[in-house]
């Protein structure tokens, strides 16, 4: 992030780009598109407010390439939605692209120490999937020590279903923050 952060906290986007060649993936995709107007306004909202804006998305096994080589493969290979999110919610300069191989965010990737070094202690995070990746990063935030917020309006799953399923979880039998996009912003930390 250019420049000094005026927050502890940061905003953590979850495989917002994929080909979405899979059971569900046609679901998720319009899951996803269906947030797309208030996700790309937090994210505008959350750069003027100097938050970290943090992207960490699968690398679907292309281990030799960038995060700007992958996201392609996913607008090349994708359906129609791939195109439209990346379009609609791509890195800009200043924010921080992460590759991860598995469902958390944390799991063998620089998030840690990026983390440590912005100074971050709290954490929202959107994206997909509510139920797997978004789910596994929550619980490693959590078990962290972060605290974690869970932005309910610009999470999607596959179905209303695991998603209520996965928030109920994060909510209920974790203790985590959730709360809508516009909540959250208007926190002062």
Not at 43 to 53: C, L, Y
Not at 55 to 84: I, Q
Not at 151 to 157: G, K, P, S, T, W
Request: charged share 25%; glycine share 4%.
């Amino acid at each position: 992030m250019d420049g000094e952060t005026t927050s502890n906290r940061c905003l953590l986007l979850i495989d917002l780009f994929n080909h979405f060649q899979f059971d569900d993936g046609k679901a998720l995709a319009q899951a996803l598109v269906n947030i797309v107007p208030t996700l790309a306004e937090t994210i505008v909202k959350a750069r003027n407010a100097r938050i970290p804006i943090i992207y960490c998305n699968d690398n679907f096994g292309r281990w030799h390439e960038t995060w700007k080589e992958v996201f392609a493969f996913t607008e090349r290979e994708g359906l129609l939605e791939s195109t439209m999110l990346f379009e609609q919610l791509s890195p800009q300069p200043g924010d921080i692209v992460l590759l991860k191989s598995r469902h958390s965010a944390f799991f063998e990737t620089q998030l840690p120490s990026l983390l440590n070094d912005l100074h971050v202690r709290s954490m929202a995070i959107a994206g997909a999937a509510t139920d797997a990746c978004v789910l596994c990063t929550a619980i490693d935030a959590h078990v962290r020590g972060l605290r974690v917020t869970v932005l309910e309006d610009v999470i999607a799953a596959a179905s209303r279903m695991r998603k209520e399923r996965a928030l109920d979880e994060m909510k209920e039998g974790l203790g985590l923050r959730v709360c809508s996009c516009a909540c959250w912003l208007l926190e002062n930390e």
